[in-house]
Every structure is written in C-alpha cells, then in structure tokens.
C-alpha cells in the first residue's frame, strides 16, 4: 500500500510518523478490526456456493490517508512591538575623539589603573547619545564600582597566562548594559 503526503504530495510506502519531504507529522485514524462473527452476519442470506467463496477471499484492507496534525500559523505582530518612534545616535566624531584622548591620556598616566575611568566616560557618552523607540537612554554607571573588579580581572588574566582575558569584552558589556536606563 502506498501513501501521499496531502501536503508536499510524497509518496511512501509504509506507515510513518513524519513525512520524509516536509517533516508534517502524521496521524492515523484508528483501524476498526472486525469481528468474524460480523463478517458471517453480512454473508447469510447469500446462496451456499457465495457464502464459502466470501470466507476463502483475501481482505482488501484500504487504509487511509495520513493526516496532517501540525499546521503553520502566521500571527500578526502585537500592537507593543509595532514601531513607536525612531532610534539613532546624536552624538558627533570631535566628542568622540576627545573622550577618547582623554581616557588614553588618563589611562596612561595611572599605569591603567584608571582604565575603567576611561571606559565609564567613553559609555556614559555613547548611552546618553543614543536614542531608541524614540526614547533617551542614560547611563548610571560609576567607575568605582569597576575599579574592584578591573583589579581582579587583571590579577586573573595573568594568574591563566591571558586565558581570563578573552571574557572581558563579555564582562565589560554586562557591566555596561546592566547600569542603562531610558528617559522619558
């Protein structure tokens, strides 16, 4: 017996859960087995020579086609997500270049203990320029909360012979992120 995906029309020979094409799941109505007694009711009333040739004769079973259970479904975007307003940086290249010179400046006269300084002044600049969904972003970090952390983080990258170094990127996101706020 031979079945056809009603979906991508595939055509398989044996029963399946999915279908080999698509991955549609497959759903098999359940298969009523007949009692024999109820086969000998419909044969009586037949002549004697029908009656035996019905008992000899092969069941054609006929078996349904699958049904697909698992459907698509396209749902509209909720009104919270549609766009409310427009998002953008203000912030020019001079402010730009002048946060960073004066954290390379900072940073080289303090060893790089004062790095995280210099990373505060540089996020704190580009947050409070960035505008998102029409809305003012600010940053509330302080580097005295990084500093601690900063010394930790470098006394572990040399403890792993740089190892550690490859998580800060990650480390100074989190930190960042974690100290945004929007403005109304």
Not at 35 to 43: F, L, T, Y
Not at 106 to 120: K, Q
Not at 159 to 171: C, D, S
Request: proline share 6%; charged share 25%; with cysteine.
């Amino acid at each position: 017996m031979k079945y056809r995906c009603p979906i991508c029309g595939y055509v398989f020979s044996s029963k399946i859960d999915r279908c080999p094409s698509c991955n549609r799941k497959f759903i098999y109505p359940a298969e009523e087995e007949k009692p024999v007694e109820e086969a000998e009711v419909k044969v009586e009333g037949v002549k004697e020579e029908i009656k035996e040739e019905a008992a000899h004769a092969p069941v054609i079973e006929k078996k349904p086609e699958p049904q697909v259970i698992e459907k698509t479904v396209i749902k509209e975007v909720p009104a919270k997500f549609e766009k409310k307003g427009k998002s953008e940086f203000t912030g020019f290249t001079l402010g730009y270049i002048g946060w960073r010179i004066a954290g390379f400046f900072l940073t080289l006269f303090t060893l790089g203990i004062c790095y995280p300084v210099a990373l505060g002044w540089i996020y704190r600049w580009e947050v409070n320029n960035t505008v998102v969904d029409g809305h003012k972003m600010r940053f509330n970090g302080l580097a005295s909360s990084l500093i601690p952390r900063w010394i930790l983080w470098e006394l572990l990258s040399i403890i792993t012979i740089g190892i550690f170094a490859l998580t800060l990127p990650v480390r100074f996101q989190k930190w960042k992120v974690a100290r945004m706020v929007i403005v109304d």
